[in-house]
């Protein structure tokens, strides 16, 4: 998987994502990885689930991710802790 990225990043990435700036985030690599891939899924993901309620989006994602503990899913989706 990581070699596909690696060969396709052109048509995945955003061009020059290294130089994007979003308030209180991290600057943006200059390259995508798989781990990086699952982060943004279930970041989009969680503002898709809007007719949910919280409790269930956390648990939705955290399934469909895979995760055992909601703690997990909180780092992906850069939640806070209530």
């Known amino acids: 998987m990581q070699k596909w990225l690696s060969r396709a ?4 990435m955003e061009p020059d994502r290294d130089l994007i700036e ?3 985030k991290k600057p943006k ?3 995508i990885s798989y781990h990086g ?3 943004a899924f279930a970041q989009r993901y969680m503002t898709e689930l809007t007719f949910m309620k919280p409790k269930d989006v956390r648990l939705e994602v955290s399934l469909t991710l895979g995760h ?3 703690e997990i ?3 992906y989706t850069a939640e806070k802790k209530a």
């Open 9 to 12: 990043k052109i048509k995945v």
């Open 22 to 24: 979003e308030n209180g």
């Open 29 to 31: 690599k200059d390259s």
């Open 37 to 39: 891939l699952r982060y």
């Open 68 to 70: 055992g503990r909601i």
């Open 73 to 75: 899913t909180r780092i």
